[in-house]
């Protein structure tokens, strides 16, 4: 699973890497967490606000910080 968090490098961006590499940790997953910052690839994701989570290149969130249990969620419902 490779995970990405696309944003400039806000704080809520290094939230949103900081509370994924926990969970993944924590439940003990086969993923690596990437740090996007790149404007135009954020822009070729589609996404309106920043931070935004896409998992197996698939944008799942966008414009805010899930808390630890939709963080869960998240990764636990998208396949591998």
Same mark, same amino acid.
Not at 7 to 17: E, P, Q, S
Not at 44 to 55: C, L, Q, R
Not at 57 to 61: F, I, L, M, Q, R
């Given at each position: 699973m490779?995970?990405?968090?696309l ?11 900081a509370? &994924? @590499?926990q969970? @993944?940790? =924590?439940?003990?997953?086969? &993923?690596?967490?990437? =740090? ?7 822009m070729?994701?589609?996404?309106? &606000? ?6 197996n =290149?698939?944008?799942?969130?966008y ?8 963080m869960?969620?998240l ?6």
């Open positions: 490779v995970i990405k968090i944003g400039t490098g806000c704080a809520n961006c290094k939230r949103v890497k509370l &994924a @590499v969970v @993944v940790k =924590e439940l003990n997953l086969d &993923a690596t967490v990437q =740090e996007v910052t790149d404007i135009p690839t954020i070729g994701y589609g996404i309106m &606000a920043t931070p935004g989570i896409v998992i =290149e698939k944008v799942v969130g414009g805010g910080v899930p808390n630890r249990r939709q869960v969620q990764l636990k419902n998208t396949p591998a």
